[in-house]
């Protein structure tokens, strides 16, 4: 496989400023010609995973398309660390201006402030430090007329407000270079300027889609993804429970609708229906800590109806074995509230005992390992539960917990490991786990922290490790090949026994980067991805 390739063959769920997710801002052209969409994806986390982590530097989350007004496909997209605030064409030259930002929480208003080359492409981030820009005009061909917020807390003391306007005029925008822009110390105070406005964004994007006759409305957070043995596409994603997509055409064949979002597709071992989890109101937006209870639908695979639906008592996570044994983990990360129970449940949905495994947090304690023999967890210190974690497996009805071996496989590094995706597989060299990871160091994600590693089962010897820049946020496994999504946009392919890389391969759409949060294996060389966007990447791999 060493000229192996990815081809995207279909894509499921797509549609005119897919891009963008919500839209925030939009600005058009002086010719009318492009529309540039500043809008917001949901930050790669829920209730039970968070897949955020990237080594610096990185783009950020927060996209910008520029689209043409004709055929609405997309000309640029880019990504900022802040959302976009405004957008401004320059009145003549091909010119984007957009301005970012918001404050922190707790002092500093950050952002930037960046300029877009409509004809090569490139970007350039204007400010030479973080500030937020919340408005950007072009007074004419020369002058940009600006209004920052202040640059922290105890400056809205000393200036009366936190917006500053300034005025900058030159000669020079055709040729920008970063940081070249420096505010000066004192600036004039100025009443905040109106907010973005998100819902006159999405009926201006509405109109323009009724105009070239296409319907947009928004898609995101494809967190989980399921091959059907007859081809079918199973996706779960905000604001549906659980879809089914035909194999041989791609369109849909029905749906489940559900207030909040879809998280967690299990299959019966029979593939005649599938448990849905959904994480119900208070609904998450840019966050996936919450306290609100979870949903949980047994849909009919045939003809996609619920036959059960369940509200659990707490916000959880699905863990499921090979042959149909489930069980529910309380993910509350509130000490004084959460009560670390994982409830066993028969294959017909009977529950049938409960254990404690210790307070869950979705940093620390996610371990979503497909085919295992076992129901698998991370387990901790009880006085500290993301300390020292060790993969344990729950025997069913009985509830004993065994404690298998350390998430550290490296005693002499000692590291704190965090949790993720896997596989279990047994092949030539013997049982064992392939499952993603981040080392933890209090700078962020370095380097090289984060990795796919092969445990032998059931003692945890490493057997091989890939290691990566950016978090893996799934990882599926089958006939001697592994194959692993990243944060960072890649696909990486790798040989199961000994951890070569076959196939690494940046996803793209288009021309453009997508985000991948799930995947599966739907046959030999047939994958099927699901992004952060909203859309499903029907795939090949070609040797």
């Known amino acids: 496989m060493s000229q192996a390739e990815l081809r995207v063959d279909r894509v499921l769920g797509d549609g005119p400023f897919r891009e963008i997710g919500e839209p925030r801002v939009a600005a058009v052209s002086p010719d009318g010609r492009l529309i540039a969409v500043g809008g917001a994806l949901a930050h790669p986390q829920w209730h039970g995973q968070d897949v955020s982590a990237r080594s610096r530097p990185h783009p950020g989350w927060y996209p910008v398309g520029v689209y043409r007004t004709d055929d609405l496909s997309c000309r640029y997209h880019l990504t900022s660390r802040w959302r976009s605030n405004t957008i401004a064409f320059h009145p003549t030259l091909p010119l984007v201006a957009i301005g970012t930002g918001s404050y922190d929480g707790g002092w500093a208003y950050e952002g930037e402030l960046l300029l877009l080359d409509l004809d090569s492409g490139s970007v350039v981030s204007l400010l030479p430090r973080s500030r937020e820009v919340r408005r950007v005009t072009w007074r004419d061909a020369r002058t940009l007329d600006l209004v920052l917020a202040i640059p922290c807390d105890e400056d809205e003391k000393r200036f009366g407000a936190t917006s500053l306007a300034w005025a900058v005029t030159r000669d020079d925008w ?5 940081g070249m822009l420096r505010p000066p110390f004192g600036a004039d105070p100025v009443p905040d300027p109106p907010r973005a406005d998100p819902a006159a964004a999405a009926a201006h994007l509405g109109r323009l889609g009724r105009e070239r006759g296409r319907t947009w409305s928004p898609r995101r957070t494809v967190w989980a993804v399921r091959g059907l043995s007859d081809g079918r596409i199973l996706a779960a994603l905000e604001g549906i429970g659980l879809e089914c997509w035909s194999g041989a055409s791609g369109e849909p064949l029905w749906w489940v609708p559900a207030e909040g979002v879809g998280c967690q597709i299990t299959m019966s071992p029979d593939e005649r229906s599938a448990l849905a989890l959904t994480q119900t109101p208070p609904r998450f937006q840019d966050r996936g ?10 849909v009919d695979l045939a003809r996609g109806d619920v036959r059960a639906t369940e509200t659990a008592a707490t916000p959880v996570v699905v863990t499921a074995r090979a042959g149909g044994w489930w069980a529910l983990r309380d993910t509350r990360h509130d000490s004084r509230a959460a009560s670390g129970e994982v409830l066993l449940q028969a294959p017909d949905g009977r529950p049938t005992n409960t254990v404690r495994l210790g307070r869950y947090d979705l940093i620390n304690h996610f371990f979503d390992i497909r085919y295992a023999p076992d129901l698998l967890f991370l387990q901790g210190r009880e006085d500290k539960p993301w300390r020292d974690k060790w993969v344990v497996a729950v025997d069913a009805p009985e509830g004993r917990v065994r404690r298998l071996f350390p998430l550290e496989w490296d005693a002499a590094r000692g590291g704190h490991l965090y949790g993720g995706a896997g596989a279990y597989l047994d092949d030539a060299s013997g049982p064992a786990l392939v499952h993603t990871g981040v080392v933890h160091d209090g700078a962020g994600l370095l380097p ?45 392919v ?36 699901g992004t952060l966007d909203g859309r499903i990447l029907d795939c090949t791999v070609l040797t």
């Open 174 to 178: 055709a040729s920008a270079t970063d």
């Open 289 to 298: 800590w919450t306290t609100g209870p979870s949903m949980l639908r047994r």
């Open 448 to 492: 090289g922290n984060a990795f796919v590693v092969r445990r032998a089962y059931p003692d945890g010897a490493a057997q091989w490790v890939f290691t990566a820049d950016h978090q893996a946020t799934a990882l599926d496994a089958a006939d001697g090949i592994v194959y692993v999504v990243f944060n960072s946009g890649e696909l990486v």
């Open 494 to 529: 790798l040989d199961a026994r000994d951890g070569a890389v076959l196939l690494r391969q940046e996803l793209r759409v288009n021309g453009h980067r997508v985000v991948p949060l799930s995947l599966s294996r739907v046959a030999a060389g047939r994958l099927v991805i």
